[in-house]
T-cell receptor, first 111, second 114 residues
């Protein structure tokens, strides 16, 4: 089944550094979403980027989308210990009502 | 606003037992879905519903039943629990549909089957 795949699987950085996570997917999409999951909690929606958009910002988050390469990246600038979490991309194919998640990137921000 | 509420938070079952995981949302969302999350597997879609009275299968529907008699509730039933169903289960909802709509998640039900 179509699925986003995040890269890397795990990332450890120091507070203040930038963190970049990548997502690749297999088929044409209308939009792509990024979510955060803190340990033991449900997922929280971060940002949605549509297929006709190339870049989107929300606070310290920057998401890019390259439909020709079927890939997206999530950049967190000036990271904080509170950004420690797993990050997932999610896509749905065409008019499908099925939202499919990748396996996630586990980000650790060390104080 | 309570958002998406899942009960129970934890449950231990014996193989062959049945149970219902409850999910309720108070946001008048039409779309609701169930996922299971296993280590290294990400989230996998079990069943979803685009509105009251309408349900459909996701990626891993076997062993699970759902119904949607009201807009607010979307229970997930395990008819005969198996150890392979040990997982964390998440319910999610959105205003309409999965595509192009932010999903609101509950905090999950952690289910162990012995």
């Amino acid at each position: 089944s179509q699925q986003g795949e995040e890269d890397p699987q795990a990332l450890s950085i120091q507070e203040g550094e930038n963190a970049t996570m990548n997502c690749s997917y297999k088929t044409s999409i209308n939009n792509l979403q990024w979510y955060r999951q803190n340990s033991g909690r449900g997922l929280v929606h971060l940002i949605l980027i549509r297929s006709n958009e190339r870049e989107k910002h929300s606070g310290r988050l920057r998401v890019t989308l390259d439909t020709s390469k079927k890939s997206s990246s999530l950049l967190i600038t000036a990271s904080r210990a509170a950004d420690t979490a797993s990050y997932f991309c999610a896509t749905s194919e065409g008019g499908s009502e099925k939202l499919v998640f990748g396996k996630g990137t586990k980000l650790t921000v060390n104080p | 606003n309570a958002g998406v509420t899942q009960t129970p938070k934890f449950q231990v079952l014996k193989t062959g037992q049945s149970m219902t995981l409850q999910c309720a949302q108070d946001m008048n969302h039409e779309y609701m879905s169930w996922y299971r999350q296993d280590p290294g597997m990400g989230l996998r879609l079990i069943h979803y519903s685009v509105g009251a009275g309408i349900t459909d299968q996701g990626e891993v529907p076997n062993g699970y039943n759902v119904s949607r008699s009201t807009t607010e509730d979307f229970p997930l039933r395990l008819l005969s629990a198996a150890p392979s169903q040990t997982s964390v289960y998440f319910c999610a909802s959105s205003y309409s549909g999965a595509a192009g709509q932010p999903q609101h998640f509950g905090d999950g039900t952690r289910l162990s089957i012995l």
